[in-house]
């Protein structure tokens, strides 16, 4: 069986190039055109059919992904599945389930069963679980086995992307060293990576013997999100040695993985100064061949527990309309807690307000429509228009209730001096007067 990418440089339109195509309202040409030269690629899920395509790339929408998944302190599988299904709600369009804690497989398959979301996983934590409870030895006593045996085992259960962090060499934790970071390394794939290699003295197999990931890769038809291990932690740490030297890896492999008919997307930092933003984007698509690229945030502070979603918006914002395509959200609850329920929806909404306000910028087709009619019901004070058209209408039905306004009129804020009543009350005596 042909991959999509294989499908695509022989000019075949696959089934699930055409649900993508549709989920854009693009032409299927053009979702074809952009898989074969790579710049666009397609998550399927290859135990749900096409109709769950989803594109990621240049000439697209913005995606937003949020992540889920419990932890040894929280293991409640109906909590992560109920984050799942408020992140769906809320306009997530893909998630990726990071669960570490409590029975991770039915954690997994559930979430894949519970949505029609793309999902993603980093089969290295299942590979680290599976050594320290099933063998009961310690993570860096994984064998190279052991870590392939996780990634069959999640392209068996169907996710349609998964993280690896095949730039995680030993050359690269040299430069790291020197560089003398503040923060180290600060991906959880990353560090599990860097502890085996210390631990037994050998290079990353995922590097070492990535033809036999690509084989693997190709038989499930995943994409490969080729992970950023060296991501900067914080902004003393961005744009350094090791995260370029990583990048420069990762464009390697991807030349690497496209000759073997895998599509691949690359992820990106992090925490990085807003001013640095737009020139690691180019930089990552020079380096990588105009991959898609997938960035945490990046968050453009360091100040802002509580408030890092809002950290992430900046940032993505930047990102997505220097050509980043895919952004993974940040919750009010990073680097405190696991994220709640509550935290999962407020993500969402802001990496979405941030994806829309780079779509904008970058006019990708349709984008401004709704902002437009938005200003139109704003001009009619048509409250239920607003609503309809808000990227969270209860929470905006919510606060207008609490408001306490009777009728339909003007916001508490202006009240009888609102300026749509007074311009259309100064409009009609003009058209008075010069009648």
């Not at 020197?178 to 502890?195: H, L, P, Q």
């Not at 060296?230 to 961005?238: E, H, K, N, S, Y």
């Not at 808000?390 to 804020?413: F, I, N, Q, Y």
Request: include cysteine; charged fraction near 25%; proline fraction near 3%.
């Amino acid at each position: 069986m042909m991959t999509q990418l294989e499908s695509a440089r022989r000019g075949i339109i696959t089934d699930e190039m055409a649900a993508a195509a549709r989920g854009e309202g693009c032409s299927p040409e053009s979702i074809r055109d952009g898989v074969a030269d790579g710049t666009i690629v397609v998550c399927h899920n290859r135990l749900h059919g096409s109709g769950r395509s989803l594109g990621v790339g240049k000439g697209l929408r913005t995606k937003v992904n949020a992540n889920i998944g419990s932890s040894a302190d929280d293991t409640d599988i109906a909590k992560e599945l109920e984050k799942a299904r408020v992140a769906v709600a809320h306009g997530a369009d893909a998630l990726m389930d990071l669960s570490t804690g409590g029975p991770v497989d039915e954690i997994r398959r559930a979430v894949i069963a519970e949505t029609d979301a793309c999902i993603g996983s980093v089969p290295l934590y299942q590979a680290a679980l599976d050594t320290v409870r099933l063998k009961k030895k310690a993570i860096v006593d994984m064998t190279v086995d052991d870590i392939f045996a996780g990634i069959v085992k999640h392209g068996e259960d169907g996710v349609d992307f998964i993280t690896v962090h095949c730039g995680v060499t030993r050359s690269t934790v040299e430069r790291m060293k020197n560089e003398g970071r503040v923060m180290d390394v600060v991906s959880r794939g990353g560090a599990f990576t860097i502890e085996w290699m210390v631990r037994n003295g050998r290079e990353n197999p995922l590097y070492e013997e990535f033809d036999r990931l690509l084989e693997i890769a190709r038989h499930y038809d995943l994409v490969l999100s080729l992970g950023d291990g060296f991501r900067p932690g914080c902004l003393a740490d961005a744009t350094d040695r090791a995260q370029v030297h990583e990048l420069i890896i990762l464009g390697e492999l991807t030349q690497r993985a496209r000759a073997a008919g895998v599509q691949v997307m690359i992820e990106g930092p992090g925490h990085m100064p807003l001013n640095q933003i737009q020139a690691n984007i180019l930089l990552q698509k020079r380096l990588c061949h105009g991959a898609p690229f997938y960035v945490l945030g990046p968050l453009v502070t360091d100040i802002a527990p509580g408030y890092d979603h809002i950290a992430c918006a900046i940032g993505g914002a930047v990102a997505a309309a220097a050509g980043a395509d895919f952004l993974c959200y940040v919750t009010p609850s990073e680097h405190l807690r696991l994220p709640d329920v509550n935290d999962v929806r407020e993500g969402v909404i802001a990496s979405r307000i941030a994806a829309h306000a780079a779509d904008i910028a970058k006019g990708v087709p349709g984008a401004v429509e709704k902002d437009n009619m938005m200003a139109r019901c704003r001009k009619k004070l048509d409250w239920e228009g607003q609503f309809s058209l808000a990227l969270d209408p209860e929470k905006a039905r919510r606060l207008r209730v609490e408001s306490g306004v009777a009728d339909h009129g003007a916001c508490t804020m202006c009240g009888e001096f609102c300026a749509y009543k007074v311009m259309d009350s100064a409009m009609g005596e003009e058209e008075k007067i010069s009648s």
